[in-house]
Each structure stands twice: as structure tokens, then as C-alpha cells.
């Protein structure tokens, strides 16, 4: 099979910075090639048109046509162009985008589509209960509705999703994957580590953190917080950074205990997960975390929020702890424990990964992900 990925963002050196959709992506477009299916990457938002061939993929990056006022359409026109194109000429069967501001929106393709819910504009504000803008959800409606299929990460996102649009679509749960044996592990060196990973913003729970960990700090001293990951404005407070807003939250003596990096490289990211003891995530808006995945199959133990899409990866007590972001004393109480329990951190660990191989793995969901796709291709 011939699958093709439109996308804003993929991580790699010649298309700029990614985030989760593009990590989630790379991750299914190891899986497919190395079940024998030729994979197409189209980037568009890139600085200039290219095509390049790397790891069996082919990948194209689409410059945005930029004219005041139609610069949506035109690129749209471009892109709907490109996709033809390459189905034409039998080098794709069938094209997959994410729901992210609907930018298929108004592109016809003459090939199969498929939207991946990763979470759009919409389905965050209405989690975090502000208001989204009209042309968001009008064209992330507009693209779901007319989309040939859809696959959602979580059940949870699935479900919200219709609710958020009004609409009763049928949907495949398929969730994010990650490369097992790329995430190996390694037994830290200091076994007071608590690391935290992604965008420093208010909906990941970043303001509630603070206050966690001066619980943490009250019952253990020697604790130390990490933070990686990119600084973000607050459109709560008007604030240009989050980091600013957290750092006045902290204790006095926590504050020492805490280090933030700012954004790394992705390919650093794993040396980090290695020397923490525990990876905590109070998030309050995801959709199937990648980063929570990448954690477990390194084995570490997560305290994770229990909102929505959690119980669909972490089984409370079992190969992960959850509790409510805002719950703080209970929510560090955990954290304690697991730093003061070896036991309970090989434990935790080890289910984790285990699940992770079961269910997260990259060959398991590109196999799910190319059965769906067949049933498009079958009644074509």
C-alpha cells in the first residue's frame, strides 16, 4: 500500500520544529515501511518546495502561497495539486491529515482521506473551557464531516469530538505509537529525579506543578525537579511566558530544587527520560500523550492526571498512578511514594513497559492503521 501523511510539522533538520503530530507520524511511518509499504510525507508551511528521499520515505515540503486575504485557499489549491498529482501517477492510494484547523477543509482529493483525531482547536478550547474561534471550528467541522474515514487516538477524543461538532460519525480507535526498541532503559543514578516533558502551557497543568512539588518538597527535601520543554504564552493572564508565571508558585527552598532546561532537541529528550525517577504529566488537555508512552516504555513509573483519555493508558496502581492535577497534596503523596520505593518503581516500570510493547508498539498500531485504510481502498 501506497500511504500518503499531510502535515504542518514532522521532526526532522530540513522541516523545522514539531510537536506531538509530527512525532506521532515519524513513529507510524517506521511502522509501515518496515511492514513493506511505501510512505509519502507532505509538509506544507515550508520555506521552500522540495523532494527529498530518506529511511525509504519520500518526503515534500510545500511552500505556502501567500496572498493577502486567500492565502488559506490558494495553498489549499496547491496542496489538493500535489496530492493529485502523486495519485495520479499511482504514487499514493490514500492520503491521511490531522483534525488540527481543518485544512482539508476545501481540498477535494481524488484519493481516499482519512483524519487522524490527535485533537483539534476546537476539542482543546472546549477542555479548557474558553471560547474557540469561529473559523477554527468551522473548518475543523468542515474537514471531519467530509473526511471518507476517521481514526481517533483515544475513545475519549472520538467521543468528544462528535460532541464538539454535533455530529454521530462512526470512528476507529487506533492510538499513537512509539519505537519500543528506541526506548530502552537505563537504572538512574539519582533516585530523587521527577521530570516533567512538553510545552511549559497553563492546559498541560503547568500551573498546578508547582504547588505539587512543594508538597513533594515538604515530605522530601532531597527531591529535584526537571523541566524540559518549550516556553509558551498564557492567553489566560496575557502573560508572554508560562515559565515566568510558574516560577512564583514555587517555595522559596523548592524553587532551588527546580531546573528548567527550555526546549531540546527531540533526540535528547530520551537521555533525560533515562536519569528521572518518575515522569509526571498533570495535564488538564491531550488526547493519547506520546510522551506519557515514551516514559513507560522506558520503564518509569508516571503520575499522570486521571482526566478523560488517562484510564486508557494507565492502569491506576497497576503500571502508573493517576490523580486530579489540582488534588495536590494527593497528587505529590504519590510522587513520594514512588521516590521511596524501589520496589514499587521496578514494579510500576516494568508493567508499563510491558503494556506499552502490547499495545503502543509501532508494528502493532501500523498494522491496525493499514487495515483501516484497506477498507477504503476495498469499496473504491
Known amino acids: 500500500m501506497k500511504i500518503g501523511f499531510l502535515t504542518p510539522e514532522f521532526p526532522h533538520p530540513k522541516t523545522g520544529n514539531s510537536g506531538g503530530i509530527g512525532t506521532s507520524i515519524l513513529n507510524l511511518s517506521k511502522g509501515l515501511t518496515q511492514l513493506g509499504h511505501d510512505v509519502s510525507i507532505l509538509i506544507y508551511g515550508q520555506k521552500e518546495d522540495e523532494v527529498f528521499i530518506e529511511n525509504n520515505i519520500t518526503f515534500y515540503r510545500i511552500k505556502n502561497v501567500k496572498v493577502k486575504g486567500i492565502s488559506l485557499f490558494l495553498t489549499q489549491s496547491k496542496v489538493q495539486k500535489q496530492i493529485n498529482s502523486l495519485f495520479a501517477n499511482n504514487q499514493i492510494d490514500i492520503i491521511e491529515a490531522p483534525d488540527w484547523t481543518g485544512f482539508t477543509s476545501f481540498i477535494q482529493p481524488k484519493c481516499p482521506l482519512v483524519i487522524r483525531l ?32 476517521i481514526i481517533s487516538v ?32 537505563v537504572t538512574p543514578t539519582n533516585h530523587q529525579k521527577i521530570l516533567y516533558f512538553g510545552t511549559l502551557i497553563r492546559k ?38 508560562t515559565w515566568k508565571l510558574m516560577q512564583p508558585l ?41 510522551s506519557w508512552l515514551e516514559s513507560m516504555a522506558m520503564q518509569k513509573p508516571i503520575v499522570a492526571s486521571n482526566v478523560g483519555w488517562a484510564p486508557e493508558i494507565i492502569d491506576d496502581g497497576k503500571d502508573g498512578f ?14 513520594v511514594r514512588i521516590l521511596a520505593d524501589d520496589e514499587l518503581q521496578t514494579q510500576l516500570g516494568n508493567a508499563a513497559r510491558e503494556k506499552i510493547i502490547e499495545k503502543f ?10 487495515a483501516y485504510y484497506q477498507t477504503f481502498l476495498n469499496t473504491k
Open 118 to 149: 490527535n485533537g483539534s482547536d476546537t476539542y482543546f478550547c472546549h477542555l479548557e473551557n474558553r471560547p474557540v474561534k469561529w473559523r477554527n471550528k468551522f473548518l475543523e467541522k468542515r474537514a471531519f464531516k467530509k473526511a471518507n474515514g
Open 250 to 290: 514555587f517555595n522559596a527552598t523548592a524553587l532551588q530544587k527546580v531546573r528548567y532546561l527550555g526546549s531540546v532537541p527531540y533526540s535528547e529528550i530520551k537521555q533525560h527520560i533515562e536519569q528521572a525517577t518518575v515522569c509526571v504529566f498533570p495535564t488538564f488537555a491531550e488526547a493519547l500523550p506520546v
Open 204 to 241: 498541560k497543568g503547568l500551573l498546578e506543578l508547582p504547588l505539587i512539588f512543594n508538597e513533594v518538597h515538604k515530605k522530601n527535601p532531597k527531591a529535584e525537579l526537571l523541566l524540559v520543554g518549550k516556553d509558551s504564552k498564557d492567553i489566560t493572564s496575557g502573560s508572554d511566558s
Open 154 to 185: 483515544s475513545q475519549f477524543t472520538g467521543d468528544e469530538t462528535n460532541k464538539v461538532f454535533q455530529t454521530k460519525r462512526p470512528f476507529q480507535v487506533i492510538p499513537n505509537a512509539i519505537d519500543v526498541q528506541n526506548f530502552q532503559t
Open 322 to 335: 493517576l490523580e486530579h492535577p489540582k488534588n495536590h497534596l494527593a497528587y505529590a503523596s504519590k510522587i
Open 361 to 370: 508498539s509501532i508494528a502493532t498500531v501500523a498494522a491496525q492503521s493499514v
